[in-house]
T-cell receptor, first 114, second 114 residues
């Protein structure tokens, strides 16, 4: 089975801190994604990557950056955390080639910024 | 904006079939219908997809109307573990360019009752 592992289930940080969220997948997927999920707003795409060192902005990239140095790992970075970045963060991955490749998700990191 | 419309919530008795509708009246000829679900405190999970024919797998059946403007996800014998939010998404089948992204609505919250 595909496994997408997020480094923490729960995380508490302080305003202004630099925060790293890590995601690792074990299926050699080319595509990796970071979403945030908020009540009433659903899942919103922050960034995605379709290859090592490649990244593309999603719908809400402001205040975030990403890093993909290895194919299996995709990191989300909050450069200077703010309270409005308190949210559930979800990582996903998928194959690039072929039709209808579904996205596989981790179980999320619930991040609180105090 | 999501290209689909789903009821906000539904109830189903345990052991009965759960029929979850989705409206996608603006679907284009090469867009597929995908279903995911999200159980509380977990990441979304892929269920099934289809283009125009009905599809069935070990989790569910997907019925797409002939004009493709709507579809129904069927859980034939719902269990308490099927309580989740169900998302209907339309997109091209090829993972290329911006089509790598999934556009998520708010889904249908299904409660399976004993």
């Amino acid at each position: 089975d595909v496994k997408v592992t997020q480094s923490s289930r729960y995380l508490v940080k302080r305003t202004g801190e630099k925060v790293f969220l890590e995601c690792v997948q074990d299926m050699d997927h080319e595509n990796m994604f970071w979403y945030r999920q908020d009540p009433g707003l659903g899942l919103r795409l922050i960034y995605f990557s379709y290859d090592v060192k490649m990244k593309e902005k999603g719908d809400i990239p402001e205040g975030y950056s990403v890093s993909r140095e290895k194919k299996e790992r995709f990191s989300l970075i909050l450069e200077s955390a703010s309270t409005n970045q308190t949210s559930m963060y979800l990582c996903a991955s998928s194959f690039q080639q072929g039709l209808n490749q579904p996205q596989h998700f981790g179980d999320g990191t619930r991040l609180s910024i105090l | 904006d999501a290209k689909t419309t789903q009821p906000t919530s539904m109830d189903c008795a345990e052991g009965r079939a759960a029929n979850l509708p989705c409206n996608h009246s603006t679907i284009s000829g090469n867009e597929y219908v995908y279903w995911y679900r999200q159980i509380h405190s977990q990441g979304p999970q892929y269920i099934i997809h289809g283009l125009k024919n009905n599809e069935t797998n070990e989790m569910a059946s997907l019925i797409i109307t002939e004009d493709r403007k709507s579809s129904t996800l069927i859980l034939p014998h719902a269990t308490l573990r099927d309580t989740a939010v169900y998302y209907c998404i339309v997109r091209w089948g090829v993972n290329a360019g911006n089509n790598r992204k999934l556009i998520w609505g708010l889904g249908t919250s299904l409660a399976v009752n004993p």
